[in-house]
């Protein structure tokens, strides 16, 4: 048979109660009784309740009495623990929801935040249940006698754990639903009045090559950038030039006053690849010396990133999720054909950067240096405050530059009308075995001569050529005017095409390629020239 003791603290207070009838005792001694049993002491807390009890009974108090004050003492002691795990789950939620919520975007997701050690400020990724609960596998705290959970268990479980409805972009706190999750994060310095008169100098003169008109649309879109962060940019800046001439300069001041909604891209597959998470956040996106190569496929996507009110946005193992579509593109590159352009194109503003500064380090320290001592926070001011009330974004200026891209892009068949414009006449590739050459702008010429001509010079520029359908449409399409007669010559009755005057037909192509008569100026005065050598490959995509 097993014998029951009690401690010499418990019968010092025994022996108390029984001389003194100081009832205050009872509840130390319950507190006991309670403790025993919580450690499983049964027969133990047994025998202290009854010796409990016949040290009350000297005095007149019945065993109802203590009874009643350990079923107290127990609902207390539960009360107290209950606070107390209350407190360390508080701890969690709270520590947790610094950098944690969960977002429904058709799956269950846990956000985590994080800083932008490159660009300052806050960034943030979406993951699932699974690689949150891993990330803190190791962390566990007491949550009650003998049990411990993980912090991420805790604060999945918890109400109060912080969730979102979805993910939205909304530069205006104000308005922006609490109920969503903002990826808006601010500017990265506060705007102060102030000078930055050397980079809006350096940016009418270099990127903008002295052009009043191309310095003020620029400057009305980057103030539209900084004044609607929120709005698609509906026109990209594309900046072209080799190295050293002050791109960089360019986009230096604009990455810094967003901070974590900067994003460098140095390809096109990190701009239109499949698994484009990290561009979730990026108002402003810089591609960095960007290669097209040609890669047709790719246009329609390049057209909506850059015009298109939603986006889609998918990370790899994750849902895909749209998003509202907030980006401002410039891509910046040394290559004569950065991107596909399409005759009418009103998606870029293009511009060729002077190499007047080129390497010139004393030049571009200036500017840096303005930039540390205010200039980030003047710029942001100027911008903010830049009228733009009047500005239509895709009033794009016409400049050669464009139109240099443009050539690269169309068609072989767009490229030989070009050319026969410049000259003035159809006849630029025939051998010219029988008759003279042609050289005056024709009122009527046969189809089969002018796609004889066509082939000839297509081989001429070591290019393949594509069929006479496709020349007459695109001869319809540039010169719109253009007639179709049939005439009785040597017993034949030859398809004739009736072309307007050589400067009405010069105005339709400017007006399809929304351009000015600069593009008819010879070598070295309207800047087509340069493309003349480049190998066009075989660009027949033809209608």
Same mark, same amino acid.
């Given at each position: 048979?097993?014998?029951?003791?009690?401690?010499?603290? /418990?019968?010092?207070?025994?022996? /108390?109660?029984?001389?003194?009838?100081?009832?205050?005792?009872?509840?130390?001694?319950?507190?006991?009784?309670?403790?025993?049993?919580?450690?499983?002491?049964?027969?133990?807390?047994?025998?202290?309740?009854?010796?409990?009890?016949?040290?009350?009974?000297?005095?007149?108090?019945?065993?109802?009495?203590?009874?009643?004050?350990?079923?107290?003492?127990?609902?207390?002691?539960?009360?107290?623990?209950? *606070?107390?795990?209350?407190?360390?789950?508080?701890?969690?939620?709270?520590? %947790?929801?610094?950098?944690?919520?969960?977002?429904?975007?058709?799956?269950?997701?846990?956000?985590?935040?994080?800083?932008?050690?490159?660009?300052?400020?806050?960034?943030?990724?979406?993951?699932?249940?699974?690689?949150?609960?891993?990330?803190?596998?190791? *962390?566990?705290?007491?949550?009650?006698?003998?049990?411990?959970?993980?912090?991420?268990?805790?604060?999945?479980?918890?109400?109060?754990? &912080?969730?979102?409805?979805?993910?939205?972009?909304?530069?205006?706190?104000?308005? $922006?639903?609490? /109920?969503?999750?903002?990826?808006?994060?601010?500017?990265?310095?506060?705007?102060?009045?102030?000078?930055?008169?050397?980079?809006? $100098?350096?940016?009418?003169?270099?990127?903008?090559?002295?052009?009043?008109?191309?310095?003020?649309?620029?400057?009305?879109?980057?103030?539209?950038?900084?004044?609607?962060?929120? &709005?698609?940019?509906?026109?990209?800046?594309?900046?072209?030039?080799?190295?050293?001439?002050?791109?960089?300069?360019?986009?230096?001041?604009? $990455?810094?006053?967003?901070?974590?909604?900067?994003?460098?891209?140095?390809?096109?597959?990190?701009?239109?690849?499949?698994?484009?998470?990290?561009?979730?956040?990026?108002?402003?996106?810089?591609?960095?010396?960007?290669?097209?190569?040609?890669?047709?496929?790719?246009?329609?996507?390049?057209?909506?990133?850059?015009?298109?009110?939603?986006?889609?946005?998918?990370?790899?193992?994750?849902?895909?999720?749209?998003?509202?579509?907030?980006?401002?593109?410039?891509?910046?590159?040394?290559?004569?054909?950065?991107?596909?352009?399409?005759?009418?194109?009103? &998606?870029?503003?293009?511009?060729?950067?002077?190499?007047?500064?080129?390497?010139?380090?004393?030049?571009?320290?200036?500017?840096?240096?303005?930039?540390?001592?205010?200039?980030?926070?003047?710029?942001?001011?100027?911008?903010?405050?830049?009228?733009?009330?009047?500005?239509?974004?895709?009033?794009?200026?016409?400049?050669?530059?464009?139109?240099?891209?443009?050539? %690269?892009?169309?068609?072989?068949?767009?490229?030989?009308?070009?050319?026969?414009?410049?000259?003035?006449?159809?006849?630029?590739? &025939?051998?010219?075995?029988?008759?003279?050459?042609?050289?005056?702008?024709?009122?009527?010429?046969?189809?089969?001569?002018?796609?004889?001509?066509?082939?000839?010079?297509?081989?001429?520029?070591?290019?393949?050529?594509?069929?006479?359908?496709?020349?007459?449409?695109?001869?319809?399409?540039? %010169?719109?005017?253009?007639?179709?007669?049939?005439?009785?010559?040597?017993?034949?009755?030859?398809?004739?095409?009736?072309?307007?005057? %050589?400067?009405?037909?010069?105005?339709?192509?400017?007006?399809?390629?929304?351009?000015?008569?600069?593009?008819?100026?010879?070598?070295?005065?309207?800047?087509?020239?340069?493309?003349?050598?480049?190998?066009?490959?075989?660009?027949?995509?033809?209608?």
């Amino acid at each position: 048979m097993t014998t029951q003791t009690i401690s010499s603290e /418990d019968g010092r207070l025994l022996t /108390d109660l029984f001389t003194s009838g100081n009832m205050n005792l009872v509840d130390k001694i319950a507190e006991r009784v309670v403790s025993l049993r919580k450690k499983k002491q049964v027969n133990d807390s047994i025998n202290l309740e009854i010796k409990l009890i016949n040290a009350v009974k000297a005095h007149g108090v019945g065993p109802a009495h203590v009874k009643k004050v350990i079923k107290q003492v127990e609902s207390q002691k539960k009360e107290d623990e209950r *606070q107390e795990i209350e407190v360390v789950i508080d701890g969690v939620v709270t520590e %947790l929801n610094q950098t944690h919520a969960v977002v429904a975007v058709g799956k269950f997701y846990v956000l985590t935040e994080h800083e932008d050690r490159k660009f300052g400020g806050t960034t943030c990724y979406l993951e699932s249940k699974q690689s949150f609960r891993d990330m803190y596998q190791n *962390q566990t705290v007491d949550v009650g006698e003998n049990k411990r959970m993980t912090k991420a268990d805790i604060w999945l479980g918890s109400l109060n754990r &912080r969730e979102f409805k979805g993910i939205e972009f909304n530069p205006d706190l104000e308005a $922006a639903d609490p /109920d969503y999750y903002n990826l808006w994060r601010g500017f990265a310095v506060k705007p102060v009045q102030g000078s930055c008169e050397k980079y809006l $100098a350096f940016m009418k003169e270099i990127i903008c090559g002295g052009d009043v008109v191309s310095y003020s649309y620029l400057l009305c879109w980057m103030a539209t950038l900084i004044q609607h962060p929120e &709005r698609v940019g509906m026109v990209a800046i594309l900046l072209m030039g080799g190295q050293g001439i002050g791109k960089g300069t360019f986009i230096y001041p604009l $990455a810094k006053l967003l901070g974590g909604h900067f994003v460098p891209l140095s390809s096109l597959g990190q701009l239109l690849g499949k698994f484009n998470a990290h561009l979730k956040h990026g108002v402003l996106i810089h591609g960095n010396e960007s290669l097209w190569g040609g890669d047709m496929k790719k246009i329609g996507d390049l057209k909506a990133m850059i015009t298109e009110i939603d986006k889609a946005i998918e990370g790899k193992g994750q849902n895909l999720i749209i998003v509202s579509n907030f980006t401002h593109l410039i891509l910046s590159s040394n290559d004569p054909w950065p991107v596909h352009l399409d005759s009418d194109d009103r &998606r870029f503003f293009v511009r060729q950067v002077s190499p007047e500064r080129k390497n010139n380090k004393e030049y571009f320290k200036e500017i840096y240096k303005e930039f540390e001592n205010g200039g980030l926070e003047a710029l942001l001011y100027q911008l903010l405050h830049t009228d733009i009330s009047k500005f239509d974004v895709t009033e794009i200026p016409h400049n050669i530059e464009s139109f240099g891209v443009k050539i %690269l892009s169309i068609p072989t068949t767009e490229r030989y009308i070009f050319e026969c414009l410049k000259a003035g006449h159809f006849d630029i590739g &025939r051998e010219h075995e029988y008759d003279p050459p042609l050289c005056e702008w024709p009122t009527e010429r046969s189809k089969s001569f002018i796609f004889t001509d066509y082939k000839c010079w297509c081989s001429g520029e070591g290019i393949k050529h594509t069929t006479s359908e496709f020349l007459g449409k695109a001869l319809k399409k540039l %010169l719109p005017t253009l007639g179709e007669v049939r005439r009785h010559y040597r017993g034949k009755r030859p398809t004739m095409y009736v072309f307007p005057a %050589l400067g009405t037909a010069r105005e339709q192509f400017e007006k399809e390629f929304k351009a000015d008569s600069s593009i008819w100026k010879e070598d070295g005065q309207g800047g087509h020239s340069e493309y003349s050598n480049i190998n066009i490959k075989d660009n027949n995509n033809e209608y």
